[in-house]
């Protein structure tokens, strides 16, 4: 079993950024996929970006983020973080953390019941 961990949330204004860090612990399935959804108030939990763990690692990005999150791998602390930038009012959700054993697609991997291991999440409002 794999427990995940996020941290990093919080208020910030538009235009401010904000950094999200996610855990792994536990014994288990290595992980390959490691995700981060939202989910607003009364929407649907969306996609916002994943992280394929291979020797280089592969990166994709939900279109409303792209040029404004990052994902990547700090090995120094062992986590999983999205670094983002350039934040928005429409930003404002609970941030979850996921991570699968496997990488089946972007076509997939995208949808949040892909996943098998899910963080409690953190919140992130973004005032204008």
């Known amino acids: 079993q794999v427990q995940l961990v996020e941290s990093g949330g919080g208020l910030v204004q538009a235009g401010d950024s904000l950094r999200l860090s996610c855990a792994a612990s536990?014994?288990?399935?290595?992980?390959?996929?490691v995700a981060w959804f939202r989910q607003a108030p009364g929407k649907e939990r969306e996609f916002v970006a994943a992280?394929?763990?291979?020797?280089?690692?592969?990166?994709y990005y939900d279109d409303s983020v792209k040029g404004r999150f990052t994902i990547y791998r700090d090995k120094g602390k062992n986590t999983v973080d999205l670094q983002m930038n350039s934040l928005k009012p429409e930003d404002t959700a609970v941030y979850y953390c996921?991570?699968?054993?496997?990488?089946?697609?972007?076509?997939?991997?995208?949808?949040?019941?892909?996943?098998?291991?899910w963080g409690q999440g953190t919140q992130v409002t973004v005032s204008s």
């Open positions: 992280i394929v763990i291979r020797a280089v690692d592969l990166t």
């Open positions: 996921a991570a699968d054993p496997r990488w089946a697609g972007i076509g997939v991997m995208t949808s949040p019941g892909a996943y098998a291991y």
């Open positions: 536990g014994r288990g399935q290595s992980t390959a996929t």
